[in-house]
């Protein structure tokens, strides 16, 4: 039976929109997005979610969360650029699995700034993880990686452009790895 998914969003929302494409066309069995949860009413992805049509709420507390979701039940919650830190009880009693997508390949470059901080450490290949949410913060059992390369020239923002286009990969393929027993990818990587 076709799965029902949360998008939890803060930002411009293009992994979001991945997602949205992914549940129109290839996914259509699979899963069908049916709320967005954003924690910022000016965030991109708010505007993008209407224009879908679908569900759209601004939450700014756990408690608002729960409440829509007791209205507006889902199998799936994807956290995709939400920039708020769950608890631990939050987690443990939303009642379905929530995963997240950062942009390094975990355990390397926990928290805020992956790219920066992958810049800084001088590493050749970087990219992104999709990975269970749990209370230690970027430290779930990982679903797929996408791997980049850095090149000698990157900025924060080229590289962050590079590990974006992996994440719109890797995200879809995450959810139908979660959701079905069909195993795309364990990892993709991305040469350009
Ligand atoms: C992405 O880089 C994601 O990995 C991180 O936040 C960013 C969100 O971007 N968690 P977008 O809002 O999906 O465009």
Redesign the pocket.
């Known amino acids: 039976m076709k799965k029902k998914v949360a998008i939890f969003?803060s930002?411009?929302?293009?992994?979001?929109k991945s997602l949205l494409d992914f549940s129109k066309n290839e996914g259509k069995e699979i899963f069908s997005v049916d709320l967005v949860i954003s924690n910022k009413s000016n965030a991109g992805?708010v505007s993008i979610a209407n224009a879908y049509g679908i569900e759209t709420r601004i939450c700014t507390s756990e408690e608002e969360i729960l409440t829509v979701l007791s209205y507006t039940k889902v199998d799936l919650i994807c956290?995709?650029?939400f920039m708020k830190i769950l608890s631990k009880d939050f987690i443990s009693s939303v009642g379905c699995n929530i995963i997240?997508?950062?942009?390094s390949l975990l355990p390397s470059f926990k928290g805020l700034n992956a790219q920066a901080k992958a810049l800084a450490a001088g590493v050749k290949i970087t990219g992104?993880t999709v990975h269970y949410v749990t209370p230690e913060v970027d430290a779930g059992k990982i679903i797929i990686q996408g791997a980049v390369p850095v090149f000698k020239n990157d900025t924060v923002d080229s590289l962050?452009k590079r590990?974006?286009k992996a994440?719109h990969k890797c995200f879809p393929i995450a959810l139908e790895k979660v959701l079905t027993d069909n195993i795309r990818a364990d990892f993709i990587f991305l040469q350009e």
């Open positions: 969003i930002g411009r929302g293009s992994n979001m992805g956290l995709a650029g997240n997508i950062h942009p992104c962050s590990i974006l994440e």
